[in-house]
């Protein structure tokens, strides 16, 4: 069955920096990738998404995140991080033909002044 | 357009009693899916609903917790003999279909006194 660690629980960085949240699962098939973001006492919303084809994705505020299949990995970056960034991120995974999706932990990245 | 919605946003109820939480999906997605995020976790895959077809219960924690989605729109999940370990939000997902992305609402907030 396929898991998702998400490597870091808290990520606290300074405005305008750049931020790496990391991603690695297990998974022997093919799979799609998620990114989400949960603002507080929200639901989450989808940043980006891995499907096929190019391995770098970008998404919404200005992420992108690249996947590579020999390290099972599906890092999540943005050069420049804003205050408005501050929330908790989900790396989440989708077996083809299985119908759950598995949710890492959550990284919270703080992002301050 | 108009996201998933939920309903009631905050419940509090004593344990032993049932509770019955609400979720209307984006109009036109047949898969509808209920999450259950307990505090600083990532996010457990409760139920799945797609189409007219039986439903994967597989992520259901126990015989307690039940779910039904009439007309293949609105889903109720229902929680008897409530414990104090059923404390958490509910979130409730729905997609175009199951490959792809989902969207959520902002949950149902559920605390056992």
């Known amino acids: 069955a396929q898991s998702v660690t998400q490597l870091d629980s808290q990520v606290p960085v300074f405005e305008e920096a750049p931020v790496e949240l990391r991603c690695n699962y297990s998974?022997?098939?093919?799979?799609?990738l998620f990114w989400y973001v949960q603002y507080p006492n929200q639901g989450l919303q989808l940043l980006l998404k891995?499907?096929?084809?190019?391995?770098l994705v970008k998404g919404i505020n200005g992420f992108e995140a690249e996947f590579n299949k020999s390290q099972t990995s599906f890092h999540l970056r943005k050069p420049s991080v804003h205050i408005s960034d501050t929330a908790e991120y989900f790396c989440?995974?989708?077996?083809?033909?299985?119908?759950?999706?598995?949710f890492g932990a959550g990284t919270r990245l703080t992002v301050k002044p | 357009g108009a996201g998933v919605s939920q309903s009631p946003s905050n419940k509090v109820t004593e344990k032993g009693k049932d509770v019955e939480l609400r979720c209307d999906p984006i109009s036109g997605h047949t898969a509808l899916y209920w999450y259950r995020q307990s505090l600083g976790q990532g996010l457990e895959f409760l139920i799945y609903?797609?189409?007219?077809?039986?439903?994967?219960k597989s992520g259901l924690p126990s015989d307690r917790f039940s779910a039904e989605r009439t007309g293949g729109s609105v889903s109720t999940l229902t929680i008897q003999r409530t414990q104090q370990e059923d404390s958490a939000v509910y979130l409730c997902a729905s997609s175009f279909n199951s490959d792809q992305p989902q969207h959520f609402g902002d949950g149902t907030r559920l605390s056992i006194l």
């Open positions: 998974s022997s098939v093919s799979v799609y």
């Open positions: 989440a995974v989708k077996v083809l033909g299985d119908n759950d999706m598995r």
């Open positions: 891995y499907l096929s084809g190019s391995t």
């Open positions: 609903f797609q189409g007219n077809s039986a439903p994967d």
